[in-house]
């Protein structure tokens, strides 16, 4: 392993990851980065849990959809295990799913039928947020090495910090866009009801609540709604 073309390369990727528009642009970004540059990966997923049930939020190959499935069904897995920290593991490395894995009896046999034979898994985590796991796939045993190990875990880091930022831009942009909707709302119940601007706002917090649906539905309703000037 050339650890200073890695360095090079992780150095790369970290602009092309900023370079990306949204968050889920930046998790299809790593996973197709992930096959690209880490030795030995021929597919790559991130999954995360929602309320105990497996959601892939980005996949590059086709194995990967089908293995996350198979775990949220079969309730275990290495990846399942990543994603909701089991005894505080933030990584795995399988070196050869041909053999016997106890700590995954279902899985393990029809992961096998799905042609994986090594896998690798990461905890892509900042220090107060989990995002889920990335996981590598390879169909050959023996793919990863204690060297693919460790570009792995790099390469997983850089991607959180990633994954963190892209999600605070989106929610940013999203708190923008809720803001604008309330703001033109409001303005169109003082303009139809003379209301001053706190009464406008009492007005939108009162439908909300007797209707119990968000403030923001509430102002995308009102907006829809309203007569669009000629």
């Known amino acids: 392993m050339d650890w200073r073309e890695f360095a090079e ?8 990851l900023l370079a990306q528009d949204s968050a889920q642009e930046t998790l299809d970004e790593i996973v197709q980065a992930a096959v690209e540059l880490i030795d030995g990966c021929e597919a790559s997923g991130i999954l995360a849990l929602r309320k105990g049930r497996a959601v892939t939020l980005a996949a590059r190959g086709d194995m990967v959809e089908e293995s996350d499935r198979l775990q949220g069904e079969v309730g275990e897995g290495p990846c399942f295990d990543a994603a909701r920290r089991v005894d505080g593991d933030r990584l795995f490395r399988i070196a050869d799913l041909t053999q016997p894995q106890p700590a995954w009896p279902r899985y393990a046999p029809a992961a096998r039928e799905l042609g994986i034979g090594s896998m690798m898994g990461f905890l ?10 990335l996981n590598l796939y390879s169909s050959r045993p023996g793919s990863f090495t204690k ?14 910090v990633a994954v963190a930022g892209a999600r605070t831009v989106d929610q940013l942009e999203h708190a923008l866009d809720t803001r604008h909707a309330i703001g033109e709302a409001m303005g169109i119940l003082r303009e139809r009801h003379g209301l001053s601007e706190e009464d406008a706002f009492a007005v939108l917090r009162r439908i909300s609540q007797h209707h119990n649906i968000k403030i923001r539905d509430v102002a995308q309703t009102i907006r829809t709604d309203a007569p669009k000037q000629s």
């Open 9 to 16: 390369q992780m150095a790369q990727l970290a602009r092309r």
């Open 124 to 133: 892509l985590y900042t220090h107060d947020q989990d995002f889920g796991a």
């Open 147 to 160: 060297d693919s190990e460790t570009a792995g875990w790099l390469f997983a880091s850089h991607a959180a």
